[in-house]
């Protein structure tokens, strides 16, 4: 026998002098098979080392049990739990993952979808790349009988399940803590606003300063920063003028950690004279000095919703892949040293 060939199911077939077919049942413990049979089969798989090819097996039942993954980055803790919470419910399905990262890059993420649509698997789940403006590679996995969820940074035009955070209700919250500890002049590093998680964190900043008649700080600029480098700049530059904002929130742990640097750099005091409240609540957030406060989005708990999306309500139910529903995933407000100040003002209510 050929040391280098793969060993198939024919191999072991041809050793044993039986059919193809029946190593198959056997291996599988069918009943029709039997038990001096099915454990003279197993023995000779195993001395031959044959791998059962689960890809395979799994096409001929019209699924591949596999179950793609596209994130913009990898190693952030957010999008890292996202994926732990989607592999811990898919290990008990028996489902395997891959994993691919855009970059926030729309070209990689087009190539991405490519790849997993070859590799023909059962669902793709997704959240969009800061360049994502189009939708045509969205509803070509639709248009390949793919089920789509996506997550966080969704495209709501593509009718496919969503999983998304009360992003505007949460940034009214975190900006409404802010004034209640005497913060007035309150500046939002954001992120592009044709991304919809970015255009509900500015309304909900908006709405809390509105509502508290507070002056929409550079309300005509729109300072848009996610990155730690990009963040300290505009920071800078706002906290160097006469008139600089005491508060900032912004759509990022790392636009925040930037502002810290500025603010340091300045000698500007956290939080006595300066307020700073990220999101994502990612895991330096409370390792820093002054610790972060920050906006944590359960981001383990998206990842397991949509999980739980595809197995108990996509699968079991057998459904198209041109339904559709939205799931909205509460935030939470962790409140640390950098906004933490022993003044007190009167909340304003919650938009709807």
Not at 333 to 344: D, F, G, N, Q, T
Request: a positive charge.
């Amino acid at each position: 026998m050929n040391k280098t060939k793969r060993i198939t199911i024919y191999d072991l077939a041809k050793e044993l002098g039986i059919s193809g077919s029946y190593v198959s049942r056997a291996l599988n413990d069918h009943p029709t098979t039997s038990e001096k049979m099915r454990e003279m089969v197993k023995q000779k798989a195993k001395e031959l080392n044959y791998k059962h090819n689960t890809s395979a097996a799994n096409l001929r039942q019209g699924n591949s049990k596999i179950i793609g993954i596209i994130v913009p980055k990898i190693n952030e803790t957010f999008f890292a739990n996202v994926i732990a919470g989607i592999e811990e419910i898919c290990s008990k399905y028996k489902y395997h993952i891959i994993i691919c990262q855009s970059e926030e890059n729309l070209k990689k993420e087009k190539e991405a979808i490519d790849t997993l649509i070859k590799q023909n698997v059962d669902c793709i789940m997704i959240s969009l790349s800061q360049e994502t403006k189009t939708n045509a590679h969205l509803l070509d996995i639709l248009a390949n009988k793919i089920h789509l969820i996506q997550f966080d940074r969704v495209d709501e035009s593509v009718e496919s399940y969503i999983i998304k955070n009360d992003n505007k209700i949460a940034a009214f919250n975190g900006v409404e803590h802010l004034i209640k500890m005497g913060y007035e002049r309150i500046a939002h590093i954001g992120g592009p606003v044709y991304l919809n998680i970015y255009a509900d964190r500015k309304q909900g900043y908006r709405e809390a300063l509105l509502k508290a008649k507070h002056t929409l700080f550079d309300d005509e600029i729109d300072n848009i920063a996610l990155s730690r480098t990009d963040a300290k700049t505009i920071a800078l530059k706002l906290l160097s003028k006469q008139d600089r904002p005491d508060a900032f929130f912004t759509s990022s742990d790392q636009a925040a950690l930037g502002v810290i640097q500025a603010a340091k750099e300045l000698n500007i005091s956290i939080p006595k004279d300066l307020g700073v409240l990220g999101f994502q609540d990612e895991e330096f957030s409370s390792f820093i000095s002054p610790n972060l406060s920050s906006i944590n989005q359960q981001s383990k708990q998206i990842g397991i919703s949509a999980a739980n999306l595809f197995f108990k309500t996509i699968l079991k139910n057998k459904v198209k892949t041109t339904e559709s529903s939205t799931e909205i995933i509460n935030c939470e407000l962790m409140i640390r040293e950098s906004s933490y100040r022993k003044i007190a003002k009167k909340f304003t209510k919650t938009p709807e």
